[in-house]
């Protein structure tokens, strides 16, 4: 049978046309592929703003970094700053809100019990020898005295399982979800937040109490001991404030092996409405560091 010519030319133009759209779309499937380049982690830059300038996020060698604009309750920065982590002593500044809370009479005399010594930071009294409570959360606060801690909390008379359920519930008021205390002194490491709830916690120790904010921003504290008239000074344990000499208007560190080095605080000047937070930080140099060129304090 003779097949017609135009079904020849047909089919032809058919088969040129079905090559033609095939080449077409392999082209365009192929070239968005191309077109997709994967980058590399060494050229993502993130922008702080106000801080610097352009930053690779990977020199913050801390598990968590941020940085909150408290004039604007955003996050400028933020590196992993949702994940909950041990918080060591930054406990205290929720432990100090929460005594503010119940009123204290800074004049009282107190004692710290033997039973109150332990691991970390601690402020020596010999036997017989007594402190005002100011100067127990002062130690508290600026040298993060553990037993300066519990020694107030009992001064006030409050069992510390009760103190500590105070603090939960304070942390739920504030809005912390992932906020948990099961200590006073957070040498416990499942005292635990992020970075984010940390300087909303900050900031609120910072601003609504300001004896927060002058005690956490002294280079140092020196009072009298009752009853023997020893002199004692205590350093900052922020080195960024208490041997560089930057100012801050609230700070406050921390460390425990599971938590590493963990600083939080609040800028000076311009800067005073800036918190910074650095959690789990694998060096006492390097948190200090990572805090200085957040808040773009000049380096040492």
């Keep these: 049978m003779k097949i017609p010519r135009s079904t020849i030319i047909f089919a032809v133009l058919s088969l040129i046309l079905a090559a033609s759209t095939s080449f077409v779309t392999w082209h365009w499937w192929y070239a968005e592929d191309a077109a997709i380049v994967p980058v590399s982690d060494d050229s993502i830059q ?74 970390g930071g601690q402020l020596l009294l010999h036997p017989g020898e007594k402190v005002t409570m100011r100067d127990l959360m002062a130690a508290s606060l600026v040298s993060s005295a553990n037993n300066a801690t519990r020694a107030y909390v009992r001064a006030l008379g409050i069992p510390e399982e009760v103190f500590v359920q ?29 970075a984010y709830e940390v300087a909303i916690l900050a900031k609120t120790a910072f601003t609504q109490y300001p004896i927060i904010a002058e005690l956490t921003s002294r280079p140092d504290y020196t009072f009298t001991v009752l009853g023997s008239g020893r002199e004692h000074t205590m350093r900052n344990s922020n080195k960024i404030i208490s041997e560089w000499g930057d100012p801050l208007t609230g700070s406050k560190t921390g460390y425990i092996y599971e938590a590493g080095y963990c600083l939080v605080a609040r800028g000076a000047g311009e800067a005073a409405h800036e918190i910074s937070v650095i959690l789990g930080s694998p060096s006492e140099s390097e948190h200090f560091a990572d805090t200085k060129r957040i808040l773009n304090l000049p380096q040492v």
Excluded: C
């Excluded at 004039?71 to 918080?87: A, C, K, L, M, Y």
């Design 46 to 119: 993130l922008g702080l703003p106000g801080v610097g300038g352009a930053t690779d996020d990977r020199r913050f060698t801390a598990r968590s970094a941020l940085l909150y604009d408290t004039e604007t309750d955003s996050i400028v920065f933020q590196q992993n700053g949702f994940e909950p982590r041990p918080i060591a002593s930054l406990t205290k500044l929720m432990t100090a809100m929460v005594a503010l809370d119940h009123g204290i009479t800074w004049e009282q005399e107190a004692d710290i019990a033997l039973n109150e010594y332990g691991v």
């Design 166 to 194: 105070e603090m939960n519930r304070k942390a739920i008021a504030l809005g912390l979800e992932q906020t948990r205390f099961v200590d006073v002194t957070g040498l416990d490491s499942d005292n635990v937040s992020t």
